[in-house]
Structure formats: C-alpha cells, structure tokens
C-alpha cells in the first residue's frame, strides 16, 4: 500500500477563496482523522470519522470548515472562505480500530497558505 | 484521557541510547501509552504502545513503571536520523469516542548530534 496520500501537498490561496484538501486514506482502514498543526497550537485534531461518520467533530474551529467522508476510499476537507488565519499544515490519518490498539498512519500533510 | 508532561527537548549523541521520560500520574487502568514521532516535515509516525508491561520492537522499547504513573521511551542506539519530536499519548481503547482519539501535547525535541 502506497500509504495515506494527501494531495495537494502545498496550496497557496487567496483570502475568501474556497480551498479544498484531499485524503486517500489506507485500504482497509475504517478511521480516518483530520488534523491541523501550526507553530502556536501543535497538533490540533479537527475531526474523526469511524465507518465513514463523523463521530467527532468538536475540533473544527468553526462553520468555515466542513469535512465529509462519502466513501471508504476519500475524505475531504474543505474551507470556505479561508482566512489567513488558516495557514497551517493540515494532516490526514487512518487506522484499522478493532477494539484494543490504535496505530494511526499519517499522509505528508498539506500546507496551505492563505494570503 | 490522562494528561501526559514531557521535558521540552534533550541531546543525545549519535550511537547512544537516547531515554525519552513521560509522566501520566492521572492514568486509568484501561488506558494505554502510545509514543509516536515527527520527524521534521513529516506526518507523525507511530513507534510502540503498552499497558502495564516493558514492550519492545524494532524501533524502540517502552518501560512502563509499576504504578503506571511514569514511563521512558528508549531508543537503543540512537542516530542522526532518530532527531525528531517524540509524543507521549495515553489513550483508552475500550471504546466510546476517544477509541482512536490521538490527541497530540507538545511533545520532547531529540536531538541526536555526532
């Protein structure tokens, strides 16, 4: 397996634009997490699907991010408008969660820059 | 989950065992501790986790203290490579929302020089 693939792997922006980033996550994987890292707040977990739904969403910052994960194979987060404020490195994650372990394999990340 | 505390950085030099400690003093008895590390420019990577007994794999080895309150990464034989930050995470597994929630600290910068 080529591993969690992220794309883009940079994306540069325009305040307001809509920027959508993209997670392929491991096969036969049925969690996927969504995370975003910046100098002041490290490692920040913005949401966590099991089986394709949303169980944990509490840290999306706020209604300008939205998540969806239509099917097994693809994830994506999306903002709408971005600000400045969001530039950041955006991580994707999967694991296979079968009750006892967790190991979670990460993509390369995003990192977006809004000007 | 158990709230985790991690000196900010330590050296090592290269070819030596690097010891990596963490305290958890608040850890429940179904929670495990993982340890991950971000290699710079990196996603996060996983090294080893346990419950109450020493664990060890190809990367690392874990010695977990009898009380559970405490624990220290080893790494063996430490290279230029192994510089990275490590995070110590406790996290349950029994299930409920944080099945699976790695929740990331600030973690302890390892620098391994020559």
């Known amino acids: 397996d080529a591993g969690v693939i992220q794309s883009p792997r940079h994306e540069v922006t325009e305040m307001g634009q809509e920027v959508t980033l993209r997670c392929k996550p491991i096969s036969g994987h049925n969690s996927l997490f969504w995370y975003r890292q910046t100098m002041m707040r490290g490692l920040e977990l913005l949401i966590y699907?099991?089986?394709?739904?949303?169980?944990?969403d509490s840290g999306m910052p706020e209604d300008r991010f939205s998540a969806k994960m239509p099917n097994a194979s693809f994830s994506t987060l999306k903002i709408q408008p971005s600000e400045p404020r969001d530039s950041a490195v955006y991580f994707c994650?999967?694991?296979?969660?079968?009750?006892?372990?967790?190991?979670?394999?990460f993509g390369q990340g995003t990192r977006l820059t809004v000007v | 989950d158990a709230k985790t505390t991690q000196p900010t950085s330590m050296d090592c030099a290269e070819g030596r065992a690097a010891n990596l400690p963490c305290n958890h003093s608040?850890?429940?008895?179904?929670?495990?501790v993982y340890w991950y590390r971000q290699i710079h420019s990196q996603g996060p990577q996983y090294i080893i986790h346990?419950?109450?007994n020493n664990e060890t794999n190809e990367m690392a080895s874990l010695i977990i203290t009898e009380d559970r309150k405490s624990s220290t990464l080893i790494l063996p034989h430490a290279t230029l490579r192994d510089t990275a930050v490590y995070y110590c995470?406790?996290?349950?597994?029994?299930?409920?929302?944080?099945?699976?929630?790695?929740?990331f600290g600030q973690g302890t910068i390892l620098t391994v020089h020559p």
């Open positions: 995470i406790v996290l349950r597994n029994a299930g409920g929302t944080s099945y699976g929630k790695l929740t």
């Open positions: 346990g419950l109450k």
């Open positions: 699907f099991n089986n394709n739904v949303p169980i944990d």
């Open positions: 608040t850890i429940s008895g179904n929670e495990y």
């Open positions: 994650a999967s694991s296979f969660d079968y009750g006892r372990f967790t190991e979670a394999f």
